[in-house]
């Protein structure tokens, strides 16, 4: 008797912890950065693809579907997840159509109508008699009526009266049942309130296109001027906007155009030595003129710059604008905020330093001193300053030397108010720097582009930029040069050099740059074994012209058509790399979400040397049989061949043409 009356007692005992009532399980959803941590990226008029796990006991069927919104949506929007047996895996989709941040999530719930259609379907074939199980279908369609309105009501009330209807023959209530206009309105109308979840709402941030396909061009706006040895101005920048939208380029990035610094102002070649008209590097910002908010007296004023940025708008071109957060000596911030800086046990002010060099002219910020919340201000309304003034887009110097706690903050601060801006990180760091950096806010990256120069080493490369984690937040931004990096590539490929890495840089990533010069083929070191230009325009002002012999403006002009005119180079994900049976040769495809662009480009990365070798077509991928013949248009040069079946021979010789560009059509020309 006393243990029967403990079994009461313990059977009436309240549980410890709360009693589970999601009914299916929902895992693996996908795409989804360090557990939500981190938003994916897109651009607008993408279709986002979603896949998910959903799993529950026994054999009743459930459905799933997709739960999203947009900037400034008051509820959820739904797309339907449908199941694959094969990988045992749900897949959906939705298209992102405005600019900012949007949410997405899973939801799951057990369709007892599917059930039952399953069920009454597999026991009316078996001649079983079904006359309950039609009141059961009944049930459940009246209910879905009740939830209904207008038209669907009126039509599910009917179909459960016929249910009901013992007088109509049993294979016609089983048909009228089943019938895919009633499947779809009991679909439309389920009781959701018992919807199991995926507990966490995942967030992709949608940018405008020019975030994921674009040329930049860098250049210098003090150089523009058209007197050798003159400091040039915002107006004389203006003038070369037009010739620079003929080219293609979409946006154009300017170095700092702030109040250079005085003391310590470096020299031509980062010298010591520095003469009363040496202009002294742009990234050394601030004096008496202003910091951060001001612009250099040489280049004009404010409302010189406005017009600047009008004249670029007008060429449909946008106006990058280097964001480097560092002082010179004589920045207003130096002596209005000394705490700001690193001070030294002296009371100096630690300079910039990357041993053995010496950057005397710049002094880095202290982002964690203890007045970091005005500081943190005064960078963030540094930057809405300039979108004031029209400038969508940031070209970041260093952000890996900065907390990446502060670009976290202030990127979400700045697109908040304005999600259209655009922000490069110049990371050249290690790997998993870099890719904190794209996952915390920067809309694009540089990398390591600039190293990668056997065909090894590139099909590497872009294979985990497009097909790893990577490609959901991290966009590469393909420079080929920058004022920092000349690569010995093309030191000592000369001007077959410039055209390869102009043709990698251009069909490899939807987004490349170059720096002024590079169209001049400048590739003069400041020593032998450096990587540094010789008379840097980082230290001095120069005079070039634009249209000299061998130049490579024809090349870039051509390259920016191809780009624009075929969906194919739109995209970092569509890529694949096939068989060159040399080495010396780079053999890829491109294509269209549609399919219906097809691009195979060979590129020969031996500037010195023609190659030739038998490149393997994906010829099932171009929905070819593995023995017809089939044209391609070189978009280089307009020359067609007719190649048949997968193995096809190429010959590039890097005097005369160091790539092919092969727009495929289905079959030859008559």
């Known amino acids: 008797m006393a243990q029967e009356k403990a079994r009461t007692v313990r059977s009436t005992r309240k549980t410890g912890s709360k009693l589970p009532s999601d009914r299916l399980l929902i895992e693996r959803v996908s795409p989804e950065i360090d557990g939500g941590r981190y938003p994916i990226k897109r651009v607008v008029g993408d279709r986002i693809a979603i896949e998910a796990d959903v799993i529950k006991d026994g054999h009743d069927l459930f459905a799933a579907r997709i739960c999203y919104r947009g900037p400034g949506d008051d509820g959820w929007s739904h797309a339907p997840l449908e199941y694959e047996f094969g990988p045992d895996r749900w897949h959906g989709s939705f298209v992102v159509d405005r600019v900012g941040r949007w949410q997405y999530t899973v939801e799951a719930w057990e369709d007892p109508f599917a059930t039952w259609c399953d069920g009454i379907r597999k026991k009316f074939d078996a001649g079983q008699n079904i006359e309950l199980e039609l009141v059961e279908g009944a049930l459940l369609v009246e209910a879905a009526a009740r939830r209904a309105k207008g038209e669907a009501r009126s039509t599910l009330r009917e179909v459960a009266i016929y249910l009901r209807t013992t007088e109509a023959m049993t294979a016609d209530r089983v048909r009228r049942a089943t019938e895919p206009g009633v499947v779809a309105a009991m679909a439309a109308h389920v009781d959701h309130r018992n919807d199991s979840r995926y507990p966490r709402e995942l967030e992709v941030y949608v940018d405008r296109p020019l975030a994921q396909f674009g040329a930049w061009y860098e250049f210098f706006p003090r150089s523009q001027g058209t007197t050798p040895g003159v400091h040039g101005t915002f107006a004389d920048a203006a003038r070369r906007l037009p010739r620079l939208a003929e080219l293609g380029f979409d946006i154009v990035y300017l170095p700092p155009i702030h109040p250079v610094g005085h003391r310590f102002r470096k020299g031509p070649n980062n010298s010591l030595e520095c003469g009363p008209s040496d202009p002294g590097s742009p990234w050394a910002i601030g004096n008496a003129d202003g910091g951060h908010t001001a612009i250099e007296p040489k280049l004009g004023t404010i409302e010189d710059f406005d017009a600047f940025v009008r004249t670029a708008r007008d060429n449909e071109i946008d106006v990058a604008l280097d964001f480097a957060l560092q002082c010179s000596p004589d920045h207003p911030w130096v002596e209005e905020h000394p705490d700001w800086f690193h001070v030294r046990p002296d009371g100096s002010i630690r300079y910039a330093e990357n041993p053995p060099k010496k950057y005397q002219d710049i002094y880095p910020i202290h982002f964690w001193c203890d007045d970091r919340v005005a500081l943190w201000n005064a960078c963030r309304d540094a930057l809405l300053y300039w979108v004031e003034h029209g400038v969508r887009v940031f070209r970041v110097d260093n952000p890996h030397t900065k907390p990446l706690a502060f670009w976290e903050w202030a990127i979400r601060e700045v697109q908040d108010r304005h999600p259209e801006v655009i922000f490069l990180a110049e990371a050249f760091t290690r790997p998993k720097r870099l890719a904190a950096l794209a996952k915390l806010g920067f809309t694009q990256s540089y990398g390591y582009f600039t190293w990668r120069n056997t065909a090894p080493e590139m099909r590497a490369f872009v294979e985990e930029l497009a097909h790893g984690e990577l490609a959901e937040f991290h966009r590469p931004n393909f420079f080929a040069n920058t004022p920092d990096i000349l690569h010995e590539y093309l030191q000592r490929g000369g001007r077959p050099a410039f055209r390869v890495r102009l043709v990698l840089a251009a069909t490899l990533s939807p987004t490349y740059g170059i720096y002024s010069g590079y169209e001049l083929c400048e590739n003069v070191p400041v020593r032998p074994g450096s990587e540094e230009y010789l008379d840097s325009e980082k230290y001095q002002l120069r005079h070039r012209d634009w249209e000299a012999p061998g130049n490579l403006n024809a090349d870039i002009a051509t390259i920016n058509r191809i780009r624009r005119e075929n969906p194919a180079l739109q995209n970092l994900r569509n890529v694949a790399f096939h068989t060159s049976e040399n ?17 195979l480009i060979a590129v020969n990365v031996d500037p010195h040397r023609a190659q030739e070798t038998m490149v393997h077509v994906p010829v099932g991928a171009l929905g070819l049989g593995p023995d017809a013949a089939f044209e391609v248009e070189d978009l280089l040069t307009g020359a067609r061949y007719t190649w048949r ?26």
């Not at 080495?583 to 691009?599: E, I, K, P, T």
């Not at 092969?662 to 020309?669: A, D, E, F, H």
């Open 583 to 599: 080495d010396q040769v780079l053999f890829y495809h491109r294509w269209s979400d549609d399919g219906a662009n097809n691009l």
């Open 645 to 670: 079946g997968a193995r096809n021979y190429i010959r590039l010789d890097p005097t005369e043409q160091v790539a092919h560009v092969l727009r495929v059509t289905q079959s030859p020309r008559a």
